[in-house]
């Protein structure tokens, strides 16, 4: 009996340490070729990277590099860990792509950072930034209708009002 219990755990050791080498490797190969461009990415990116609506990135230097362009520039800060961003990217990225808005995402997960360098006190918070100035904020999970305004307003009808 004791000989039998032996060999159940080592199998199943076994099985274990040879799941967790799958599990690595599969990461491991999804994180090659991320719009991230690192080697290494946290478990809730890895599960976002095919999810359309987390696509259309901008790592930090592209994303300092347009907005000090002058262009008008639209960013959606977020947190795959975020229970708030969780609820309203599905809701803000058909919005922006019904109004035919060009939203940047930038994940702070992987570039934490961000958080200062922007001002950034929660998630998720959209931002439109003109001139290379920033014009317009909304921090926080927010009705339908005020993304709809802050669109209207700020990005559509190039005004520069904070919400």
Known sequence: MKKNMIIF???LVGLLIILAFVVNYQNSEKA????YGQSSLEQATIEQLDDPNYQNQIQPDELKEQISSG???TVYFYSPECVHCQRTTPVLV??????????????L????NMWQEYGIEATPTLVHYENGEEVARIVGSQKVSTFEDFFQQEVLDGGSQEQ
Request: zero cysteines; hydrophobic letters at 30%.
């Open 32 to 35: 090659e070729g991320n719009p």
């Open 94 to 107: 058909p919005l922006v792509q019904e109004l035919g808005v060009d939203m940047k995402k930038l994940n």
């Open 9 to 11: 755990g080592t199998i």
């Open 109 to 112: 997960l992987e570039f934490k």
């Open 71 to 73: 262009e008008p520039t």
